[in-house]
């Protein structure tokens, strides 16, 4: 017999997808582990593969929705529910601490117009989001993965950019924020060569820092560094 037919093939892992984060759990003050007992029943989404998520009936109403992907504590997206009361609010996050101190905004605020997923924004782009059918999307000071070998975990990409084209409703806006200033630039490099998109601030050029987007204490901590904040808005044609 042949030697190599007594060779056996080792079967093959499958490939991980690169994922954009690193799943850190962190610890959970009391105040937080009471959050996810009594607030996210209310005002957490368990997220179910492949189901479509009908936000008429999760908010109540027909207001246009806003998603953020990734709110790290969740201070800014409270104060821009807090000051549109009159639009929907969704927030993507995987870390619970985030996500347990957002809940715990949302009950000093008094918010009702917020809704939270734990879980990673592709997969719920890609399943979850209706077409057409949010008003805006928010990715502000995504981490920027600045050694070059990680370039490929950020999460802006042209794959991204057409996940986004089928979510957002026409004139819809996608509102991009980072201090990384190399990042930054090749944000707008690939925006900018989407036919789905149109940079609002003008060929090339990155916008004013909008009155929405509230200056929040980690701005505050890189103005103080000297970092420069850009933003990028752009209008789904």
């Known amino acids: 017999m042949n030697s190599s037919d007594d060779s056996t093939e080792l079967p093959q892992r499958p490939l991980r997808p690169v994922r954009s984060f690193v799943l850190r759990q962190g610890r959970l003050t009391l105040a937080q582990q009471r959050a996810f007992a009594e607030l996210w029943p209310r005002f957490g989404i368990e997220w179910t593969p492949a189901a479509t998520i009908d936000f008429a009936t999760l908010f109540g109403n027909t207001h ?13 997206l409270a104060m821009m529910a807090e000051c549109e009361p009159e639009r929907n609010w969704l927030g993507i996050e ?5 996500v347990g101190h957002l809940l715990l905004e949302i ?5 009702n117009n917020v809704r939270i997923i ?3 924004a592709i997969e719920i782009l890609t399943q979850s989001i209706p077409p057409a059918s949010l008003a805006a999307v928010q990715l502000f000071f995504p981490d920027p993965w ?3 070998r990680h370039h490929k975990r950020r999460i802006l990409n042209t794959a991204l950019i057409e996940l986004l084209a089928q979510a957002i409703q026409p004139n819809g806006i996608f509102h991009a924020a980072t201090d990384w200033e190399s990042y930054a630039i090749e944000m707008l ?6 036919a789905q998109f149109v940079n609002t601030a003008g060929a090339g050029q990155f916008a004013s820092r909008p009155a ?3 200056f929040t204490r980690f701005e505050q901590r890189g103005d103080r560094l000297g970092h420069r904040v ?8």
């Open 94 to 98: 995987v870390h619970r601490p985030g």
């Open 230 to 237: 850009c933003d990028l808005v752009f209008q789904r044609r």
């Open 107 to 111: 009950e000093r605020r008094q918010l």
């Open 146 to 148: 600045p050694k070059r």
């Open 212 to 214: 929405s987007r509230p």
């Open 189 to 194: 490099g690939i925006l900018e060569t989407s």
């Open 64 to 76: 246009p929705v806003t998603l953020e992907i990734g709110f790290g504590n969740g201070e800014s």
């Open 118 to 120: 734990r879980h990673d």
